[in-house]
């Protein structure tokens, strides 16, 4: 899994949210926040 907004690959750890029923990965909580800020800067579908 990558980290949608540093495009760091992510391994099991890090932090992680539900957003519109799909999990999206961080590797740190300041990611985490600009995601939730945010979120469809990060989305790409
Ligand atoms: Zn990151």
New binding site residues.
């Given amino acids: 899994m990558k980290?949608p907004?540093?495009?760091?690959e992510?391994g099991e750890k890090?932090d992680s949210i539900i957003h519109e029923g799909k999990e999206y990965r961080?590797?740190?909580a300041?990611?985490?926040w600009a995601f939730e800020k945010n979120p469809d800067q990060f989305i790409k579908e």
């Fill in positions: 980290d907004v540093c495009g760091m992510i890090g961080f590797c740190c300041s990611c985490r």
